[in-house]
């Protein structure tokens, strides 16, 4: 005879209305054949519920305000695969018994971050929003994000984020997040997340900025026998539309002195 499975992993119960709960679990990590479908069973004093379900999920209805208990277990063609231990849920909304899940930074700028992270597996009612806590520089600021905002374009239990914008480039903050239903977050957060943002780009320095070349003019013809280099420059004056003569190329090397110097010279043209 084989031995039985495992039972389900992870049975949680989510508030969708004042009279509908959805209850979640993973399937058993072993098990002893394929399993054929679950049987969920919710009670409390006055009602017991037996349903059977093939997926991983189910939506019941119960009554507004009341305790219920809850279990699953999972059948394969050789019987039970064990009985997962139930748990207790309320219909009235309280504070969450723990924070947002798998909080995670996923991109980051110079001033912006974006986060990402699961709903709290046991909510204790409809989460209402999420609340982004962020320190710097010894000041908290905290950013309320409503779920009607999150919702909009996925499912209730698909993975959420936020970007978080407005923020100061080189410097290191910290983020933790709460979520909250109306009766509050109940004092859960998760663990928080340090990061360094990356600095803005730095401005061109002074000595990689581009300028003119100034033109340089000679004030007298010049002496017979003497190289270019020997001849005394005695004025320069920017490169200006008014000097359009400057089109002579000219590398002169000074050799005289104790390291080559090249000077790249603009040379009106000279005349006889």
């Known amino acids: 005879m084989p031995p039985p499975g495992t039972p389900p992993q992870f049975l949680h119960a989510r508030k969708l209305s004042d009279y509908e709960v959805e209850l979640s679990w993973q399937p058993p990590l072993e098990a002893n054949s394929d399993i054929l479908y679950y049987i969920v069973r919710v009670w409390n004093e006055t009602t017991d519920l037996q349903q059977n379900v093939t997926k991983t999920s189910v939506v019941i209805n119960v009554d507004s305000e009341s305790r219920y208990n809850a279990s699953v277990s999972s059948w394969t063609r050789l019987g039970d695969g064990g009985v997962l231990i139930y748990i207790s849920f309320t219909t009235t909304d309280a504070e969450p018994f723990d924070p947002p899940q798998n909080v995670t930074v996923v991109n980051t700028d110079a001033s912006s971050v974006t986060l990402m992270w699961y709903p709290p597996t046991e909510p204790n009612g409809i989460i209402v929003h999420y609340t982004i806590y962020y320190s710097f520089n010894n000041t908290v600021t ?8 999150l919702y909009s374009h996925t499912s209730p239990d698909s993975r959420l984020s936020y970007t978080l ?4 480039g080189g410097n290191n903050y910290t983020f933790w997040m709460a979520s909250s239903t109306v009766q509050g977050d109940g004092g859960v957060h998760s663990e928080p997340l ?12 002074a000595s990689r900025r581009t300028s003119r070349a100034p033109c340089l003019s000679r ?15 005695t004025h320069i004056r920017p490169l ?5 003569s400057c089109r002579s190329l000219c590398f002169f090397s000074v050799l005289c002195l ?3 110097f090249f000077f790249l010279l603009f040379l009106e043209d000279l005349t006889p």
């Open 258 to 260: 104790p390291t080559p």
């Open 194 to 205: 340090i990061l360094l943002l990356p600095e803005d780009a730095a401005p061109l320095s």
């Open 165 to 168: 914008t407005g923020l100061i």
């Open 219 to 233: 004030t007298a013809k010049p002496s017979r026998g003497l190289l270019p280099w020997a001849q005394t420059l």
């Open 142 to 149: 905290e950013k309320t994000v409503p779920v009607s905002d």
């Open 240 to 244: 200006t539309s008014t000097h359009s």
